[in-house]
């Protein structure tokens, strides 16, 4: 019973969110409802091509309080989260892998049965492929505990990691082996 109201929530407002995020120039990457039916806590999910504003989150959250107060879909006290992308947000749809074209990335992929992890920056995707071009080791020092200088400056690794030596330039991994693709804050080369 309880996952009905969530489910009902979402898919209510699935179309008039993507249109207010459609009309700012954003998009809706997901709805999610916690909490009781009592007491629910909707968190909207908004990214895009330019940064999130605060006015973009308070406008839409506006919007949408008065269409959830319309349509009486909450029967009590609710709360409504409108917010952008935190950094360990994966990157899915072609628009979100365009906009991190040069950026350094975390890539968590399947091949063979396998578990493996690169870090590099993404040069090229396509709908079949992205393409990595990894970090090199600027030397063995270790700078902590599973964190390596490199080229791009430390970066932690995974007990998977892939390294490559120079002069790897560029790996290609078929979208389908992809787990989890995470842009990465870039410091210091």
């Not at 709805?31 to 999910?45: M, N, T």
């Not at 008065?66 to 009590?76: D, F, P, Q, T, W």
């Not at 007990?159 to 804050?185: A, F, G, S, T, W």
């Amino acid at each position: 019973m309880e996952n009905t109201f969530k489910t009902t929530i979402v898919e209510t407002l699935e179309q008039p969110v993507s249109k207010l995020a459609k009309e700012r120039g954003l998009h809706l990457l997901r709805i999610q409802v916690r909490g009781s039916q009592a007491s629910p806590v909707i968190e909207i999910l908004l990214d895009g091509d330019r940064a999130i504003s605060i006015d973009d989150c308070e406008s839409v959250s506006k919007d949408l309080n008065s269409a959830i107060e319309s349509k009486n879909l909450v029967k009590g006290n609710y709360r409504l989260d409108v917010m952008s992308p935190g950094l360990e947000e994966p990157l899915v749809e072609d628009w979100q892998f365009a906009r991190s074209v040069g950026r350094l990335i975390e890539v968590q992929y399947r091949e063979n049965g396998e578990h493996h992890t690169l870090h590099g920056h993404l040069r090229m995707f396509s709908e079949k492929e992205i393409g990595v071009e990894p970090v090199h080791v600027k030397s063995a020092k270790v700078i902590k505990p599973n964190t390596i200088s490199t080229d791009s400056g430390p970066v932690e690794i995974e007990k998977d990691e892939q390294l490559y030596d120079p002069p790897v330039e560029l790996v290609k991994l078929e979208r389908k082996h992809l787990m989890k693709v995470i842009v990465q804050p870039e410091f210091g080369k």
